[in-house]
């Protein structure tokens, strides 16, 4: 099979095509046939030698992918050989066949095209684990999210939103901050321009938000503490502004402050099944009565994913970028 490969770390370049073996499922895996791949930051920090594959994966690049099931293991299972799936993996998504464990494939839901599906199972599985299951978004309560513009951004806020919460988002421009707008965030706010704690703080009343989707880290956690309400929880799932904070741990004492951080690659096959399960029963509905729709920027053919990463690096995209094969 034709697929992509890391050459060696480094720039988008040493992304090169190569042939490989098409891969073998084991038990509890099906075999599918990509029509598309997502493209998301993760494949950026492997590229770079920043993200280790865990124990077991494929060193191929790609955490997502649609297509056609044409083999594997479909004992107990409601899907059958020739269904259309989309499915969140370990590692193996640039390639034209690509093994997944069937508790992570989700039917494609209806209305939706593969190009279209290859950009739900990353974000959306990220986002639900972390705004909804770890920081525990309640009824009632707001959110903020940082980058509204990005893969996770865009997926967070449209799910949020969808729910019945008020949600707030950072962008770096203010056409980005419309299209935050647009996408279901009562207010998109520049953060090249604006202070977003203020903001957050004079939407709110003064009370501040409940939970935080944070992808930056560095001296952005000192300022969502201070714009987060008594009770408050942010949840960390990248470091683009570094991995060192210095933060007011009185104020997490008195507040009743929580700070998580989750990395979901590397976690169980049990894990990312519960969240699967979330997903089709509160999400798969939204995205098939059009409440939620997937945000595509660009796609590429598989050959040039070495371009697709070098846009993803100017951070000049609103939603996500796909690798098409078929």
Not at 279 to 294: C, D, F, H, M, T
Request: aromatic letters at 4%; one cysteine or more; hydrophobic letters at 40%.
């Amino acid at each position: 099979m034709n697929a992509i490969e890391i050459t060696q770390y480094g720039a988008p370049d040493v992304l090169q095509i190569c042939q490989r073996p098409t891969p073998t499922p084991k038990a509890g895996e099906l075999l599918i046939k990509v029509h598309a791949a997502g493209v998301n930051r993760p494949d950026i920090l492997q590229r770079t030698g920043n993200y280790p594959v865990p124990a077991g994966a494929s060193d191929l690049p790609g955490l997502e992918v649609a297509g056609e099931i044409v083999g594997g293991d479909l004992s107990g299972s409601a899907l059958q050989r020739g269904d259309m799936v989309c499915a969140l993996v370990q590692g193996g998504g640039y390639a034209e066949y690509c093994v997944a464990p069937i508790e992570q494939c989700l039917p494609m839901p209806q209305g939706l095209s593969p190009l279209q599906a290859a950009a739900l199972p990353e974000t959306f599985f990220t986002v639900w684990s972390n705004v909804f299951d770890r920081a525990r978004l309640a009824d009632g309560e707001t959110l903020l999210v940082q980058g509204g513009t990005s893969g996770i951004g865009v997926s967070a806020l449209q799910i949020a939103s969808a729910l019945g919460h008020r949600v707030f988002a950072t962008a770096g421009s203010d056409d980005k901050c419309r299209a935050c707008e647009a996408l279901g965030a009562e207010r998109g706010i520049n953060y090249k321009t604006e202070d977003f704690a203020a903001v957050v703080k004079q939407l709110t009343n003064d009370k501040g938000v409940d939970v935080i989707l944070d992808m930056v880290g560095g001296d952005y956690v000192a300022r969502e503490i201070s714009c987060l309400a008594d009770d408050g929880r942010i949840g960390l799932i990248a470091l683009q502004g570094g991995s060192k904070a210095n933060i007011d741990l009185g104020q997490i004492l008195r507040r009743r402050l929580t700070i998580s951080g989750s990395t979901l690659r590397p976690r169980p096959v049990a894990f990312k099944a519960a969240i699967a399960k979330n997903l089709l029963q509160r999400v798969w509905p939204l995205l098939e009565s059009g409440a939620i729709k997937p945000v595509i920027f660009q796609t590429f053919p598989l050959a040039q994913a070495a371009q697709a990463h070098s846009l993803m690096e100017s951070s000049t995209h609103i939603g996500k970028i796909i690798l098409q094969l078929i």
